[in-house]
């Protein structure tokens, strides 16, 4: 919606931004709107990502949490690289409409983060910022052990070695975040840590 002239009903989505302002290629027509940052949650497969994300929408109204699954089973279960590049885009659309009510949106997402910056919906936002939650690779194993009764030891090993990656760097590809060790907290003190690194950033 916030893409569509209100001059001339364009409605090709790739117009013209320019710091907070949208230009209609059509008849130059330009408009504003609110450029907040966005915010993605992310870790490895049972780290606690929708625990967190649920007691983080509990404590707080000032953001609108998100699931990028749900983006990913409306979609149909992406495969190709174009496919999951169209759902990063189609995430960053909703959470653009979205800041216009003056909240930012915060995504649980577990993969994919490199696409974020590379989508044309990304101009639509002062800033992408990622907090990766991580824990012991013991951690890990428990919680989708016996939290989550998964007993795929590939699944279970991939998810140890995404963190395990998460934990030793500062990004993936062009896109930075930052790190959250939530070894030792229950989930209500993960949200609350995850509620400040918010408010720092927003
Ligand atoms: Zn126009």
Same mark, same amino acid.
């Given at each position: 919606m916030l893409g569509i002239c209100q001059k001339c009903g364009n409605t090709q989505w790739d117009k013209e931004v320019q710091g907070n302002k949208i230009i209609c290629p059509k008849c130059g027509n330009c408009w504003t709107f609110k450029k907040l940052p966005v915010f993605i949650l992310t870790g490895c497969s049972g780290i606690g990502k929708t625990t967190t994300a649920q007691e983080l929408q509990r404590m707080t109204d000032q953001y609108v949490v998100l699931d990028m699954d749900f983006l990913y089973n409306i979609m149909n279960h992406p495969q190709s690289v174009d496919d999951n590049y169209n759902m990063i885009e189609q995430a960053l659309s909703l959470s653009k409409n979205i800041n216009q009510t003056g909240k930012s949106v915060v995504w649980t997402c !577990?993969?994919?983060?490199?696409?974020f910056p590379r989508?044309?919906?990304?101009?639509?936002?002062?800033d992408i910022k990622v907090l990766a939650l991580t824990a012991s690779s013991e951690v890990i194993r428990k919680r989708m052990m016996?939290?989550?009764?998964?007993?795929?030891e590939s699944w279970i090993q991939g998810s140890i070695d995404y963190n395990e990656y998460l934990r030793t760097h500062n990004s993936i590809e062009d896109t930075k975040y930052d790190k959250m060790d939530c070894? !030792?907290?229950t989930p209500k003190e993960i949200a609350e840590k995850v509620l400040e690194w918010l408010e720092r950033n927003r």
């Open positions: !577990a993969g994919n983060l490199e696409k989508v044309y919906s990304a101009r639509f936002f002062s016996e939290g989550r009764n998964i007993e795929d070894s !030792a907290e």
